[in-house]
T-cell receptor, first 114, second 115 residues
Framework: AQSVTQPDIHITVSEGASLELRCNYS??????LFWYVQSPGQGLQLLLK??????LVQGIKGFEAEFKRSQSSFNLRKPSVHWSDAAEYFC????????????FGRGTSLIVHP | GAVVSQHPSWVICKSGTSVKIECRSL??????MFWYRQFPKQSLMLMAT?????????EQGVEKDKFLINHASLTLSTLTVTSAHPEDSSFYIC???????????FGPGTRLTVL
């Protein structure tokens, strides 16, 4: 079975600073990888996804993520964080060729200081 | 992507009562719907998967007699928490997907508080 590890429970950055949220996965083959964002009391919004091809994936809101097979990682990055980016971020992995049902990491809470 | 709504957005009920939560796909033929549960500061846990017109498939450890799921049409699924107890208090989120789609579209969630 696949699994996802998000090692950072909280990340605090200053507005305008760069951001990297870590995600490591465990899966025997190349997985499908996702990053979601959840604002307080809200559902999840897909930021970006990786299925195959270019390992650097561009998403919405200026986010990008890079799939590194050798490190089993799919870290999320943003060059300049805005206060509105403060939210909970979830990395997820699904079985390739499967039904796209993701297994979620525990989430990383992003705090943005003015 | 699909627009998904949930109703109600929050509900408070007494212990022992049943609560029904609706998940609607507003502009999308949702062949498959999912129900998740999320405890505070924790991740989403898949409870069940349902295909339109079929019985739901429940994840291990989820009581199917307690969490009744009905997926009667391509736009509506309901989750009924029967004889709710305080430990059922949680944030319930539905999601939908369709044929030839490789992602899920999530609803805004329903906050259930059982007193």
């Amino acid at each position: 079975a696949q699994s996802v590890t998000q090692p950072d429970i909280h990340i605090t950055v200053s507005e305008g600073a760069s951001l990297e949220l870590r995600c490591n996965y465990s899966y025997g083959a190349t997985p499908y990888l996702f990053w979601y964002v959840q604002s307080p009391g809200q559902g999840l919004q897909l930021l970006l996804k990786y299925f195959s091809g270019d390992t650097l994936v561009q998403g919405i809101k200026g986010f990008e993520a890079e799939f590194k097979r050798s490190q089993s990682s799919f870290n999320l990055r943003k060059p300049s964080v805005h206060w509105s980016d403060a939210a909970e971020y979830f990395c997820a992995v699904a079985r390739s060729g499967g039904s796209y049902i993701p297994t979620f990491g525990r989430g990383t809470s992003l705090i943005v200081h003015p | 992507g699909a627009v998904v709504s949930q109703h109600p957005s929050w509900v408070i009920c007494k212990s022992g009562t049943s609560v029904k939560i609706e998940c609607r796909s507003l502009d999308f033929q949702a062949t498959t719907m999912f129900w998740y549960r999320q405890f505070p500061k924790q991740s989403l846990m898949l409870m069940a998967t349902s295909n339109e017109g079929s019985k739901a498939t429940y994840e291990q450890g989820v009581e199917k007699d307690k969490f009744l799921i009905n997926h009667a049409s391509l736009t509506l699924s309901t989750l009924t928490v029967t004889s709710a107890h305080p430990e059922d208090s949680s944030f319930y989120i539905c999601s939908v997907t369709g044929v030839n789609y490789n992602e899920q579209f999530f609803g805004p969630g329903t906050r259930l508080t059982v007193l």
